[in-house]
């Protein structure tokens, strides 16, 4: 097993560091608040170790688990620390009010992500379309990834894999902005149609 970095220590790095730690990774935590990325690391026991904010991470794939609205200051801090990693941005940049995403016409949050990282780094949208509390529950899930880069493709369906999800791959990072349009519709659907966020998306094939 590997070390997987998360920068962030909110609800949803939580649930996928509980994940990570299930499945016998080690996890860094990494948060511009130290005692909340303690906290976690003590919450998920399993040997998670805390890391020094805008230093090089430990793991060679980085999840970025914050809002993103602050996504990319965060990833301008870290700069040449991100070289050579594999980054999955986990984001939804959906409007306070839901009404749309925040992100310029024909690009996405991944998109706009990748464009502050240096150039051998490699982003990985994923995780966006499942809750926080769904991912916590330990069932298998499928989960849909795009990138642009075929090796960074590979090691996160590897990885995906290994916390006993179902990794479905969607095509180039330009279709982060059609799984950003579904996370914002699994929350539209979990506050009207569904009527619970207890849901999750499955594609059943055959």
């Not at 780094?121 to 995780?127: D, N, Y």
Request: without cysteine; negative net charge; hydrophobic residues 50%.
């Amino acid at each position: 097993m590997s070390t997987i970095s998360i920068i962030g220590a909110g609800g949803m790095a939580t649930a996928v560091a509980g994940r990570i730690a299930k499945a016998g990774h080690t996890v860094e935590v990494l948060s511009r608040d130290p005692a909340k990325a303690r906290a976690l690391a003590d919450k998920l026991s399993a040997g998670a170790t805390t890391g020094t904010y805008a230093a090089a991470p430990t793991g060679d794939i980085v999840i970025l688990a914050v809002p993103y609205g602050s996504a990319a200051a965060v990833v301008a801090d870290y700069g040449d620390a991100l070289e050579g990693k594999v980054i999955i941005d986990i984001t939804n940049p959906v409007a306070p009010d839901l009404s749309g995403l925040v992100t310029p016409h024909g690009s996405s949050g991944a998109q706009e992500i990748a464009k502050g990282l240096p150039a051998t780094a490699h982003v990985v949208k994923a995780f966006n379309t499942v809750f926080g509390h769904v991912l916590a529950k330990n069932g298998r899930l499928d989960a849909f990834i795009a990138a642009d880069d075929a090796e960074a493709k590979a090691r996160v369906s590897t990885f995906i894999e290994s916390l006993g999800l179902r990794p479905l791959d969607v095509g180039g990072l330009h279709m982060a902005s059609t799984l950003e349009a579904l996370g914002l519709m699994m929350i539209g659907l979990a506050k009207n149609g569904a009527g619970t966020w207890d849901i999750a998306l499955n594609v059943e094939i055959g």
